[in-house]
């Protein structure tokens, strides 16, 4: 020990509290384990495992690739982490500014902006809930719950006036109810007179299936017609 400090060469290091228990220590490796909690740290470039840091300021110089950031809270309680992104201008001047907040509760992700007009989210394609299908006969599921489907399917229409069920399957079974069936037919018969009547009443709505009832003006002929449809539900 001199006027610089305490240096230990080639040695370990072994500190105790008053109970006798260790809270710092570290082997001839050099590696350094401290039991307990740091506080008001300022750790730089550093690798923490196991360890409660409270009030500190962590930073990582340079780049990091292919890391993970992982929290595991014990004893019950739930981990939560925030986020508070500090960002210039769109040159790269001027000071740093926190824009917002991101962290993560029971509720689900959260985005806090710190003044209004602040969060700008710019993206290909924004996935909500993990469900969607973008074909000719898909669905979406929308961010407050409701799910959106869709398809085109052929419905026979008989000659004379008679009428016909067809029976649609959607492309996922809505989990709760269905609001809202519509149709429409995609052409006019083939004689050129339009179609007298497409309906989906609510008995014939289901929520992994609905009922097509098409009726036929007399003296129409036997043909079949691609109708389109789309529904809504939750």
């Known amino acids: 020990m001199d006027k ?24 001839t490796n050099g590696n350094l384990t401290v039991t307990g909690t740091i506080t008001g740290s300022k750790i730089v470039g550093s690798d923490i495992t196991g360890g409660t840091i409270n009030g500190s300021t962590i930073i990582s110089e340079g780049l990091v690739n292919k890391r993970e950031l992982f929290i595991e809270a014990s004893g019950g309680y739930s981990p939560q982490i925030t ?7 769109q040159d790269g001047t001027g000071t740093l500014k926190n824009k917002a907040y991101l962290y993560a509760s029971a509720s689900g ?11 700008i989210i710019e993206a290909n394609r924004l996935l909500f809930f993990g469900g969607y299908s973008i074909n000719t006969n898909g669905y979406s599921k929308l961010p ?22 067809s029976t649609v399957q959607y492309p996922i079974v809505f989990p709760s ?13 083939p004689s050129g007179i339009p179609l007298a009547k497409i309906t989906t009443g609510n008995s014939d709505c289901r929520t992994n299936l609905f ?20 529904a809504l539900g939750y």
Not at 16 to 24: D, P, S
Not at 83 to 89: D, E, G, T, V
Not at 211 to 230: D, M, P, R
């Open 211 to 230: 009922n097509i009832q098409a009726f036929s003006i007399a003296g129409e002929l036997q043909h079949t017609l691609a109708v389109k449809w789309v």
């Open 177 to 189: 109810n269905v609001v809202y069936v519509g149709t429409e037919a995609t052409q006019i018969s």
């Open 109 to 119: 992700l959260h985005i806090q902006a710190v003044e209004d007009g602040d969060i």
């Open 4 to 27: 610089n400090g305490l240096a230990i060469k080639n040695g370990a290091l072994t500190i105790k509290n008053k109970a006798g228990a260790t809270v710092l220590s570290s082997d």
């Open 83 to 89: 986020f508070r992104p500090l960002i210039k201008n």
């Open 144 to 165: 407050n719950g409701l799910i959106l489907q869709w398809g085109i399917t052929n419905v026979q229409f008989q000659n004379g006036n008679i009428s016909t069920i």
